[in-house]
């Protein structure tokens, strides 16, 4: 018997209560948990990296519950929080969780938006929650969580460097002043929390964790899933039913594609529907389907033989739909991330995953063209600019007066939660105060006798709508029920009503509207559709990363300067004296960047913008061969006249638009990274290059 089985004995050894409920069907540890286990079980503060499948829930999980199991007498209160990205990621790791804990004689339980308000005098041993649900349980039921003792943050990548990650970084900050207050009222006897954060991906996962916790060790299993990755040009609706064609005479069964867009998902389904080997056994999964539809999708797909289900982001993350013998794309998604955690989803049982990638433009192509050469070796690509979004000031101060005990904010205290884990504040003091005096002239909070703070009407407002525990998108926006007119079920919803007798797409099927009654859009099934077009808003537009955008420019043959220092460029002559020479630049840095060195040499050169993307610049006029030479001052000027036009495209959190303008213009301008642009071109030179124009590739 060699070394590894001595140790897997050794280990089990270590979980006398935990390894029959949570390992024994497996038979084994796999490297992730053979790893992780033993720092967990001693204390340590640990990230988990592994890929997809990998085992990273027992990993953290097991520890935790032995020692929670080893060292307490029954349980009564609530011990383990476990933060996920999605409320469909809640129910799955509850299922799956509810008998090997049974097993434990422990409980689990979910708080989300959907699922039955928690008895705080009977609290779950583990509950599995959202961000936001995390929020509200600190808001009106705070004593519950002052004997927690661990706290495991799930897909870790998809919180940060984002609003929900921002807000995640402010909640554990209170839950950890909670312990400390507990502690000196004697209602506890140890503050200690320990801490385990999971991914499949992540940059520089040290300092990612350190974001959230104090002294995060890694834990990274190296290695990968081998990738079979196929590129399609999907010319029309034919190109797919071959395709799926194709793959009934390779055995492929179950089949799960992703979209860019919730029409785009609904179009799809309908027009698969028919001459596919699936039948009707097609489904549909995305964020405007009532949640028991999405259930009931899940569900079917998961216990059909042979089925396809398209989705959008709402099924990247982990949850059990059964085995999936083959991924498709519809699209590039918009980062690798995103592409990392679609293409996980196969083949989970296998040491390979397969997915076709389906591409209708040469940018689509390329992009995915990345992507696949990324996740075959492993590689980052596109590396985080973090930053604090001021938003989340507006978002937590509405939340945390709920807490108080008397419904008021000390000011000074309040800002001390906007700080990192050593104490430094996470925006300036000075923009605090003004974000502060912003909310009191527009009556988010009152101003009390004693200097203190008390909610307005703005915040009972907000109150009223159940808003003020999230940084997801706007929910006071005008949305409306879809309801089947004849079983009076609930499909999901709309955010604008269709005209009686119009039809439209909804859950894969074609709809007829019959009427509107109030908030309610009652519907019948239509045998046919004249509007393929969801009535909601499309997914928001993001430029490309720098990074993206050169490894894009690169495989296009985007004209190249002789170095990396010089920037190309080619001048196309004027015609006639009426006309100006338009001038070409090859800046390739994302469209963000393009848009801001249009200004620029504006400023510089007296020429004139008349394109610009992701890649390049037109200009009318002539720009010098040399250095680009600018100052911040001026970048800072371009800047302030940008900010509005760039504040959409960046992820700034709900409450943005709620922010002192100057608050706002520091928000974009973080985001956009003053810095690293004139990084990227203070001092270059303009080259001219001899390469046609006619080469290139327009994205």
């Not at 529907?273 to 056994?281: L, M, Q, Y």
């Not at 590689?379 to 979004?389: L, T």
């Not at 963000?592 to 394109?611: S, T, W």
């Amino acid at each position: 018997m060699d070394d590894r089985d001595a140790y897997q004995r050794h280990l089990k050894a270590r979980l006398p209560h935990t390894w029959d409920a949570l390992f024994a069907r497996f038979g084994r540890f796999t490297e992730i948990q053979t790893q992780a286990i033993p720092p967990l079980l001693e204390g340590h503060n640990c990230v988990l990296v592994s890929a997809t499948a990998s085992g990273k829930t027992e990993a953290a999980l097991a520890p935790l519950l032995e020692t929670l199991k080893q060292n307490l007498k029954p349980l009564r209160q609530l011990s383990i929080l476990y933060i996920v990205p999605t409320r469909a990621l809640a129910r799955d790791l509850a299922r799956r969780l509810q008998q090997p804990l049974e097993k434990l004689a422990l409980t689990v339980q979910v708080k989300t938006g959907d699922e039955p308000a928690l008895n705080s005098s009977r609290p779950p041993a583990l509950l599995i929650t959202t961000p936001e649900s995390f929020d509200s349980l600190l808001a009106n039921h705070p004593r519950m969580l002052k004997d927690l003792r661990a706290v495991v943050i799930d897909e870790l990548h998809i919180f940060d460097n984002t609003a929900r990650g921002d807000q995640l970084r402010i909640l554990l900050n209170r839950l950890r002043r909670l312990k400390r207050y507990a502690l000196s009222r004697g209602d506890i006897t140890n503050e200690a929390l320990q801490y385990c954060a999971l991914s499949a991906t992540i940059h520089d996962p040290a300092s990612v964790a350190a974001r959230y916790f104090n002294d995060p060790l890694v834990i990274q299993v190296a290695g990968q899933r081998a990738l079979d990755a196929g590129l399609v040009e999907l010319e029309s609706v034919a190109t797919l039913h071959s395709l799926f064609a194709e793959l009934k005479s390779r055995g492929i069964k179950k089949v799960l594609a992703f979209c860019q867009s919730r029409a785009e998902c609904e179009q799809w389904a309908f027009e698969m529907r028919n001459g596919t080997p699936f039948g009707d056994r097609v489904f549909v999964h995305h964020a405007s389907l009532d949640a028991k539809v999405r259930r009931h999708a899940e569900t079917q797909f998961a216990q059909s033989e042979v089925a396809l289900c398209f989705a959008t982001s709402t099924l990247e993350l982990g949850i059990d739909i059964g085995d999936v013998d083959l991924i498709v794309l519809i699209g590039a998604p918009g980062n690798l991330s995103a592409f990392l955690q679609r293409i996980g989803r196969g083949n989970r049982r296998t040491a390979r995953t397969s997915v076709i990638c389906c591409h209708r433009n040469e940018t689509e192509r390329v992009l995915l063209q990345i992507y696949v050469a990324a996740a075959q070796a492993g590689e980052i690509i596109e590396p985080s600019n973090y930053f604090f979004r001021p938003s989340i000031v507006v978002q937590q101060l509405c939340s945390y007066v709920k807490q108080t005990k008397y419904g008021e904010i000390d000011l000074n205290h309040a800002f001390g939660l906007f700080a990192n884990l050593h104490g430094a504040p996470l925006l300036p003091k000075a923009q605090y105060d003004q974000i502060i005096e912003h909310l009191t002239l527009k009556n988010y909070f009152v101003a009390t006798t004693n200097g203190l703070l008390k909610p307005g009407a703005a915040w009972s407002e907000l109150f009223e709508q159940r808003a003020i525990y999230t940084n997801l998108l706007d929910l006071t926006r005008v949305t409306i029920d879809v309801i089947d007119e004849e079983t009076g079920r609930k499909l999901g919803e709309v955010e604008r009503a269709v005209q009686p007798g119009g039809t439209f797409l909804f859950g894969g099927h074609a709809r007829q509207s019959a009427r509107v009654s109030g908030r309610k859009l009652m519907v019948r099934e239509a045998s046919q559709t004249s509007n393929s077009s969801l009535p909601h808003r499309r997914s928001a537009w993001r430029p490309m990363t720098p990074t993206l955008a050169q490894a894009v420019a690169k495989i296009l043959g985007a004209p190249q300067a002789k170095t990396p220092h010089d920037i190309a460029f080619v001048t196309e002559p004027a015609e006639n004296d009426a006309e100006r020479a338009v001038t070409w630049v090859f800046h390739c840095s994302g469209e963000a960047y393009g848009l801001l060195l249009g200004d620029v040499l504006e400023m510089l050169y007296c020429v004139r913008v008349k394109d610009y993307n992701d890649l390049y610049l037109a200009v009318n006029g002539i720009v010098p061969s040399g250095q680009l030479n600018f100052t911040g001052a001026q970048v800072q000027a371009c800047l302030r006249r940008r900010w509005k036009q760039m504040e959409s495209w960046f992820e700034l959190g709900r409450f943005q638009d709620q922010l002192p303008i100057e608050a706002r213009r520091a928000s974009v301008n973080a985001a956009f990274d003053e810095a690293n642009f004139v990084l990227q071109f203070q001092g270059r030179s303009l080259t001219t290059v001899l390469a046609p124009l006619e080469e290139s590739s327009e994205p």
